[in-house]
């Protein structure tokens, strides 16, 4: 040690020095050894064989008192021997030098020992006693000395409560009861401000010590995270372990207000604890204005249900810009869809006959807005487009409109078309199957003209289908029945290649022709009015000319072979 010494080596090193033991008690060292040997694994039996079983019970009883008077003996003169009992001649051979037990190759750290206690407080104490000479301003984390480690779990505990202490400004959070003494245990040590009965109130001693050691050393714009831990060593606070540096980065974030990066690319939230590392960088955050920052916070609550904190800070700017460009991503196709699919079908919905239908007005508002902010490039930017957009429309709608878009283009998607082109041909028969058919066409089309706020659309176009099934089903069972004679309604027409009439021959006297009526399977929806409106005004006729005759209608699958070899009339 003193040639080290004289060497200038330098280390966090400390050596505890004993006494030798005399003579005697290293006699009755070598005694005790002697004894634990044979009494391990049952060794007195091969060494004792000789004797009987009696004989060496006694043996191992007479041993095993011997090694416990030892054990407890020779404990008593290690203590002596170490310095922290008054060593008696008796048991001491040759001694330490007058440097004493102990000796430090840590410079300036002269370790002292404390008498009468135990083996277990002394090298404890002398453990602190380096750390506390190499890592002066190193936080106690255990005041009370139960040498129970500070965990990252709780450090993150302890980060929720700032968090939530700042959210609002305040710098103050009333904190749990039963957390009360893990706050005090962490926030205390670390200086990060005061624990009471009940409330955190934070400090902003870490923030004039960051932002003042960045002056001095000509730093600005970014701060990377590893430059802060190095910094906060280069402060004196030296042998921190990760997790509590990068508490007190997260910390000094909220407190300077700045902007957590990773890689260039803003994040949402800052990282958790445990991936603060490199990477992640700190920004000095243009914000918005209170005015825009406020009127943005409320209309993401009406158009996207996003709520976020009402204090204007950059995490609280971020989060908003975050959770919306989220919601943008992911309404943005579908409001554009429902846009496109109004188009498509607008003669269908009945949309051509009015000026400016609010859906499809408000539909414009909607994907101007969604692309507006999309087009943003940072935070602040996309709060002021939230905050300043203005349409001749409420929030209230306008938000309907974005987020009931994927629901309503579910529902335009599925509605069956061709079915409500059928219903169309129903309309204007001034019967009572012709009203119906009006009524569902106009039901269809006041819910396509309303925006989504003032009449969801989803509903009416799902409901559609059933009815419109019921009308053709309808108009089909009065085919089949004599019909009373009335004035022919207006006739939809037929296009050729659906339905083609064919005279099967010539007709008799007091009967018409028969005629075969053509029409593909896929395209009966669309034919069928037409071929039943034909029908109705060739057997009104033959009804009028022959009151009394009993008249049959029928259908059948037509064979093209065969009904190209002359097959069977229908």
Sequence with gaps: MHA????????????????????????????????????ERDRLDDYAAH????????????????????????????????????????NVGSRVGADGHLLSLYRGHRPTLLGGASFEYNVL???????????????????????????????????????????????????????????????HPLELGEVHDGPINLGTAWRQRLDQYAVQIGAHGDYRVEDIREWIAEIGYTGLDKPVSSLIIATYAMLADRAWLYHGSPVQEAP???????????????????????AARKRAGKLFGVLVPAMLLARNVNR???????????????????????DKHGTTLGLREQVDPSRVVTGWYAADMLARLSGTPDATSLVRVLAGASYPITDEVLGTAICSAPAVLTALDRADWTLLESVHGFTGR????GDQAERLVAEVAQAAANDEFTLPLAPVLSGMRDRAVALINEAARLARVTPSVRPAPQQPAIPEERATPETTGPGRPGRPARSRLRVQSSQIETAL??????LQSEIRDYATANPSVEIEISWRAVDRDSAGAGGTDS
């Design 430 to 433: 001034g019967d009572a199957l």
């Design 529 to 534: 009015a037409g071929i039943i409106a034909d």
């Design 4 to 39: 080290l010494i004289r060497d200038n080596v330098e280390a966090a090193t400390v050596v505890w020095l004993p006494h030798f033991l005399s003579r005697q008690k290293a006699a009755q060292l070598g005694r005790l050894l002697k004894i634990r040997y044979l009494l």
């Design 320 to 342: 908003l810009a975050g959770e919306v460009r989220a919601k943008v991503t992911d309404l943005e196709s579908p409001v554009n869809g429902v846009r496109r699919s109004l």
């Design 51 to 90: 004797l009987s079983t009696d004989d060496r019970n006694r043996v191992r009883h007479q041993l095993q008192a011997q090694r416990d008077n030892l054990t407890s003996q020779l404990a008593a003169v290690l203590r002596q021997l170490y310095g922290i009992a008054q060593a008696e001649d008796a």
């Design 125 to 187: 104490a002398l453990a602190d006693g380096l750390f506390d000479m190499k890592y002066p301003k190193h936080p106690n984390f255990d005041p009370t000395g139960n040498r129970k480690p500070v965990t990252t779990g709780e450090l993150k505990t302890v980060l929720g409560w700032i968090t939530r202490a700042m959210e609002d400004g305040e710098k103050r959070v009333v904190v749990d009861k039963h957390q009360l003494a893990l706050a005090r245990r962490i926030v």
């Design 272 to 294: 958790e604890l445990e991936r603060i590392g490199t990477g992640y960088v700190l920004r000095a955050q243009e914000l918005p204005s209170e005015t825009e920052f406020s």
